[in-house]
C-alpha cells in the first residue's frame, strides 16, 4: 500500500509562486510514474501534470504549461508542482497521485494511489 502526503498550499496573491511537494511511502516509488490533479468547488477533478519514473518524461494541459513545472527526486521519494503565475482559476484543492507503472498518464482512472489534498487559493 502506497501512503501520499501532499504539503505546501496556501493562500497567494495572483502572479505569485507556490510549490507543492508529495511524499511517498510504503512502494517503490522510483517504479511509479507520477500525476498532479485539482478539484474547484462545484467541478470535476481535472488533470495537471505528471511525470515518469525517471523524470524525463514529462505533460502538461494548456492551462497550466509554461507556468507549472513537475519533477520528482526519488532518492527522497517525493514528487514537486511548483506553480508560477498563479492566476485565480487555479484556486483548488492539489493531489498528488501514483500509478504503478513507470510510464505518464492523463486519466484520473490511471492512477491507483492518491494524496488527502491540499488547498491552493489564488486571491488578492
Known amino acids: 500500500q502506497v501512503q501520499l502526503v501532499e504539503s505546501g498550499g496556501g493562500l497567494v496573491q495572483p502572479g505569485g509562486s507556490l510549490r507543492l511537494s508529495c511524499s511517498a511511502s510504503?512502494?517503490?516509488?522510483?517504479?511509479?510514474?507520477m500525476g498532479w490533479f485539482r478539484q474547484a468547488p462545484g467541478k470535476e477533478r481535472e488533470f495537471v501534470s505528471t511525470i515518469n519514473w525517471s523524470g524525463g518524461s514529462t505533460l502538461y494541459p494548456d492551462s497550466v504549461k509554461g507556468r507549472f513545472a513537475i519533477s520528482r527526486d526519488n532518492a527522497k521519494n517525493t514528487v514537486y508542482l511548483q506553480m508560477n503565475s498563479l492566476k485565480p482559476e487555479d484556486t483548488a484543492v492539489y493531489y498528488c497521485?501514483?500509478?504503478?507503472?513507470?510510464?505518464?498518464?492523463?486519466?484520473?482512472?490511471?492512477?491507483?494511489?492518491w494524496g488527502q489534498g491540499t488547498q491552493v487559493t489564488v486571491s488578492s
Open positions: 497521485a501514483a500509478r504503478i507503472r513507470p510510464v505518464i498518464a492523463t486519466k484520473i482512472a490511471s492512477y491507483d494511489y
Open positions: 510504503g512502494g517503490t516509488f522510483s517504479n511509479y510514474a
